[in-house]
Structures are given as C-alpha cells and as structure tokens.
C-alpha cells in the first residue's frame, strides 16, 4: 500500500471555502477542488461522495435531497445570510501522530440550489420523510406507501398520491 500523507501534513488546519466555518462537523479544512477524490472505504481511509450545505458552517448529506432541503429551511431562518449548496467528499483519515481521525471535506462545481428543477427532489424529500418517518436516515422514497399500521409503514401495489 501506498503512503499517503494525513490531512495534517495535506491541508492548512482551518482553511475553508467560501468563509463558513468549521465547528458544526469539527473538520480539518473545507477545500475546493477541481475533481472529487475517488471513493474509498480502507481501514485507515474513508472518502464518501455526497454533498455539503454551507450557510455560516459546513454540514455533510450523503444525499442531495436532504441538503437542499437543509439549505432552503436554513435560509429560511432569520440568523442566515445566504447558502450554497454543492458536490463534495467527506474524508475521513486516521493521523497516526496525533492519534485521531481528521476529517476534510473536498468541495467541487457551482452551486446546485435555487435552480428552476430544484422542486422535484424536495417532492422526494418530502416523500421519503412520508415513508420514514421516524427514520433519521436518508431512505429513497419508493412511491408504494398509502397507511401507517402499528407504527410501520404499510406499502401497497398502488401508487401513493405525489406531493
């Protein structure tokens, strides 16, 4: 296996893109970049593609739904200036000299909010948290949910109604 270097020794602690800060995911750095890199999942290495909602801080979704509709709730808010949201890798790598992992997150391409076909996935969104509702984790929507029985979604043939 190759060496490749820590975070430490790659990035300037506390760099960041476009001035939001770093406390809210305690990463290392939030750094542009013109690709992201590969996926990976080795021992000592984690790199998750997904994407970052920047408005003041940095936070991760492995999914674009639930970031845009992140962004747009926060914007919504009387404490938030603006957002953007975009491409990103989380990076996860374990620094053998301080003994912890560093996180970093890699930021790609424009922004991807406030754009005319922005509606169709916060209807997903939305659909999903319909489906899961007491799930904190981001599930696909499948479209085949009509009842809640016990507290479990029941899922049909037919089609439940769109948003």
Known sequence: MAFRKTSCKTYEEGAT????????GRYFAAIDCLELPRQSNRED??????YAVGFGQWFFFD????????GRAARMSTDCRGYGVYRAAHE???????QADERVLHLTGVSLDRKPDEVEPLKRFVQAVKE???SAHWHEPTGYITDYGSGRPIKTRRRSLPL
């Open 63 to 70: 999914a674009l739904e639930p970031a845009l509709a992140f």
């Open 92 to 98: 996860t790598v374990f620094c053998d000299e301080h």
């Open 17 to 24: 893109s476009f001035g939001n800060t770093l406390e809210a």
């Open 132 to 134: 899961n509702p007491w």
């Open 45 to 50: 290495r984690i790199i998750t593609h997904g």
